[in-house]
């Protein structure tokens, strides 16, 4: 029976047709998602990688409520002009606790996964507040809102709960004290400071990064994220690694 | 509307509203610190206005037995219309948005104005808004004709369309006030998605009642392309949208992947959004209309079924072209590349059945521009898939990858095809479902075309100069091997194309709303066509050149 003498009859069965539509396009999604879950050297090993800090953390939901991956990518690719113009390319391992994933797909403005530290604090308050102010030909928006309101740290402990039921290391810890965490990474000389330290880290950005201490405001929450972009991990800039990746690619 | 409904029909819908309007009120209150409560509050507001219209027509006279006898489309003729109206919205947005890469600073110092905020509107309001309801409108009156047989009931249509409806509201507003997942065509959030699962399911399992109706033995080219269009979303939009909410009363949801897997299943999905949504709902419409209006039988029988197979099969590898060169890894990326050019092979065969089947009826071409619409879309089909499957080679992505040049390629396939078939289906079938002899304007339906292929031509013209130049710029080295030009030279370098893309664009938008007000007049104005125009027995069902051994 030839092959469209059997179609012919196919295509006079509903539920068989479903059955093969549904069959032949789950293939190839299988065959390609599946073993990203289990292939180890998918994700390369990174025991110094950290958490976000609940500050971090509302500042990457201000980065995905405001849309900034609409016009920035977060993915440095394995291509020479690439890594001279943004440093080391991203790793897999560098993205693991990002949920979902900020790789972007459009870069109307450049590329951030390597951002912080390369600017200071009071250059991204400004540059947020009215990009034309420091760079006269951008076409970014300015967000001045964001040093108006103040930062909602209510649900913090919330967030980092859900983050933790989809495979996020945080500790029972670090989720009672959320919000007490946001406020101290903000306001060094609070007395929640302290906390923030011991429970992510020595290098941890302690700083009023608006300028201002008191209050968490988006503003600080959302440079705390640019602030630490491409530094939760020192993987990528291992010259031996990164030589033995090259040559695989 | 309501006096075609049966009296149990009406309770029906009223008990639906009723159980929308209850959900919403808990929504509402269990949200209400949150923007959880306004989508609630939104939600409950509109089922109350649905049950206010329900029940103002609830004590009108049955309508009568005979009804059985022809087709039901009415909620095809309301979802023309939205689907013009979303056109309108998004395009009028996408344009915004254009103008806003041109003069960043009109913004009104507002979040809901900004660019980031904006863009997913345009990007939904077309694909979801004037896309899906257009597909919907027009399966609703295909696979009736196509099955010479009436959809089981009247309630149901009505649950998907303006449940569907709904989804694309909650969209809408939850992007300006930034309730988003992020996930590209995905944005909506956990409650949204919920929402659009149900109706879905309802959709495809509508889809199959009419088939088990149908009196044709064969299901028709047509309705492969619909079944695939609903039941692959459905797989895609579940998987890639698994989350974990914060709480039940919160909008905020964090997803299930991460990094590098939660890349691979939101490009597996965007893909396939591209594939399914884009590509084989709006193949089902042209594969019913083309033929129809041209009056001639599709080209190759046996065309039809490879490229149908060709492109359910390969479209679900091609994902990772969108992670070239990025962490995923290699032999991933290699797949994708090799589906994505052998998925030439069945889009070509899809473009070629169509112009074919033009062959011969060219003059018709010439003088219907309604036809002519259709045209234009497989030229640009093939033009699109020519460039899609050239830019998932790896070296040619490094080039255009996160250029203009994606922009250009998504509007050439956007405007060129899936905007152009749908102007052609709805020109197509306006008079017929009013039955009227014509459109109000046959002169406006010519002045919508011109417009609309000049607007794509220049949006088109202007992403290729533009996202190449940005590309080449990011990669010259000068004299002492270093980058030659910052990021900020490109970045000047693109404005002129970005006034002519806006401009272009405002074209295109031009021409849509000329086709909403043509379409608003045929449908008020009008005289009633002296005789049917439409045979109902479709043209192309169960002809003699669709069988095997043609
Ligand atoms: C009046 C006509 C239109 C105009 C002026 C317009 C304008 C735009 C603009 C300015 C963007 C953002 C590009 C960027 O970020 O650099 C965009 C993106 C997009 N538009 Fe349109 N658009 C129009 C019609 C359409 C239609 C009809 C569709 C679909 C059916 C569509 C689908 C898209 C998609 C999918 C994107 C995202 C592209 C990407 O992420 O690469 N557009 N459009
Ligand atoms: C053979 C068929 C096709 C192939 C192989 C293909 C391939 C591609 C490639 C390689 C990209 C660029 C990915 C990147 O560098 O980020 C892309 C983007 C895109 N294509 Fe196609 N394409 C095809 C057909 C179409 C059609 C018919 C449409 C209809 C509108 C379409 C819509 C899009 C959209 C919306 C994007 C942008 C995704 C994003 O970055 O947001 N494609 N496609």
Redesign the pocket.
């Known amino acids: 029976m030839s092959f469209f003498g059997f179609h012919y009859r196919l295509e006079r069965k509903t539920i068989p047709f479903v059955l093969a539509i549904v069959g032949v396009a789950s293939i190839g999604g299988i065959v390609e998602i599946a073993p990203l879950f289990t292939i180890h050297q998918t994700v390369e090993a990174a025991p110094d990688m950290r958490v976000y800090t609940p500050l971090e953390l509302a500042g990457r939901n201000i980065y995905i409520r405001e849309g900034c991956y609409?016009?920035h990518s977060q993915m440095i690719r394995t291509l020479r002009d690439e890594v001279e113009r943004y440093g080391p390319y991203s790793l897999a391992v560098e993205s693991k606790y990002d949920h979902p994933h900020l790789w972007g797909?459009?870069r109307?403005g450049p590329d951030l996964a390597r951002v912080g530290g390369k600017y200071s604090d009071e250059w991204h308050v400004a540059h947020l507040y009215n990009p034309r102010d420091v760079m006269p030909e951008s076409v970014m928006p300015a967000y001045r809102w964001l040093k108006r309101n103040t930062l909602d740290t209510s649900t913090l402990s919330l967030d980092l709960k859900a983050m933790r039921a989809v495979g996020v290391p945080y500790s029972d810890d670090m989720i009672a004290n959320a919000t007490a965490d946001a406020y101290g990474q903000a306001s060094p000389d609070s007395a929640q400071a302290d906390g923030v330290k011991s429970r992510y880290g020595e290098a941890t950005n302690v700083r009023a990064f608006d300028g201002v201490q008191g209050e968490p405001t988006e503003m600080d929450a959302l440079v705390a994220y640019l602030q630490i972009l491409g530094k939760l991990t020192d993987v990528a800039h291992t010259p031996v690694k990164q030589a033995s990746t090259e040559a695989g690619k | 509307m309501i006096a075609q409904l049966t009296r149990n029909e009406r309770q029906t819908a009223l008990l639906i509203l009723l159980a929308v309007a209850i959900g919403g009120l808990a929504m509402a209150v269990g949200g209400r610190d949150n923007l959880l409560g306004i989508h609630g509050a939104i939600a409950m507001a509109l089922a109350i206005v649905m049950m206010f219209v329900v029940i103002g027509g609830y004590y009108a006279p049955e309508p009568t037995e005979d009804r059985t006898a022809s087709y039901y489309d009415d909620p095809t003729k309301v979802g023309i219309i939205i689907a013009m109206v979303w056109?309108v919205i998004?395009?009028?947005v996408?344009?915004w948005?254009?103008w806003l890469?041109v003069f960043p600073d009109m913004t009104f110092d507002a979040g809901w104005a900004s660019f980031g905020r904006l863009?997913p509107i345009?990007?939904s309001g077309?694909?979801f808004g004037?896309?899906g309801n257009a597909l919907i409108a027009t399966s609703f009156y295909v696979m009736q004709r196509t099955s010479r047989a009436r959809m089981p009931d009247q309630v149901t249509p009505w649950f998907v369309l303006l449940g569907y409806n709904l989804f694309c509201i909650i969209a809408a507003t939850g992007y300006l006030m930034g309730v988003t997942q992020s996930r590209?065509?995905a944005e909506p959030e956990w409650y949204a998605d919920i929402w659009l699962v149900i109706v879905w399911v309802t959709y495809f399992v509508l889809y199959l009642r009419t088939l088990a109706r149908r009196k044709e033995p064969h299901i028709y080219v047509a309705n492969w392309y619909y079944l695939a269009f609903i039941l692959v979303v459905a797989m895609l939009h579940i998987v890639n949208n698994l989350a974990v909410p914060i709480s039940l009363t919160q909008a905020k949801s964090y997803s299930l992947f991460s990094g590098v897997q939660d890349a691979m299943t939101q490009w597996w999905y965007g893909h396939n959004a591209v594939a399914f949504f884009?590509t084989a709902g709006f193949l089902g419409m042209m594969y019913y209309y083309m033929p129809k209006r041209a009056g001639r039988p599709i080209y190759s029988y046996r065309l039809s079924i490879i490229s149908f197979w060709g492109i359910t099969f390969f479209y679900m590898w091609a994902g990772s072209h969108h992670l070239h060169y990025t962490a995923l890894p290699h032999w991933v990326q290699t797949l994708g590349m090799t589906f994505s050019v052998m998925l030439l092979v069945p889009s070509w065969a899809s473009a070629g059945n169509a112009l074919m089947t033009l062959n011969g009826a060219w003059h018709k071409v010439r003088d219907d521009a309604t036809l002519r619409f259709m045209m234009v879309a497989a030229v640009f089909y093939g033009l699109t898939t020519f460039e899609g499957s050239f830019m998932a080679i790896r070296p040619v992505n490094a080039l255009s990858h996160y250029t203009?040049w994606?922009?250009g390629h998504?509007?050439a396939g956007?405007?060129g095809w899936?905007?152009m078939i749908t102007f052609g289906a709805i020109y197509a079938s306006v008079p017929w479902l009013w039955k009227r002899e014509s459109m109000w304007s046959p002169r406006l339906v010519e002045v919508h075309f011109w417009l609309a292929l000049a607007?794509t031509i220049i949006?088109v013209f202007a992403m290729w100069n533009s996202g190449i130049i940005q590309g080449l710029m990011w990669r010259t080295y000068g004299e002492g091997g270093t980058l030659a030009y910052s990021f900020v030279d490109s970045l000047i370098a693109m404005r002129p194309y970005y006034i002519a893309?806006?401009v272009?664009?405002?074209f295109?938008?031009l021409g849509?709303a000329i086709g909403l007000y043509n379409i608003w007049m045929t449908i008020r104005s009008a005289p009633e066509a002296a005789y049917d125009m439409t045979p109902d027995e479709p043209v192309v069902a169960g002809m003699p050149a669709m069988q095997p051994g043609e």
């Open positions: 609409a016009c797909s459009k109307t | 056109a998004g395009m009028a996408g344009d948005v254009a890469l863009r345009h990007t077309v694909i004037f896309g590209e065509y884009l203009d994606t922009v998504v509007h956007a405007l899936v905007a607007g949006y893309r806006a272009g664009g405002l295109f938008l849509a």
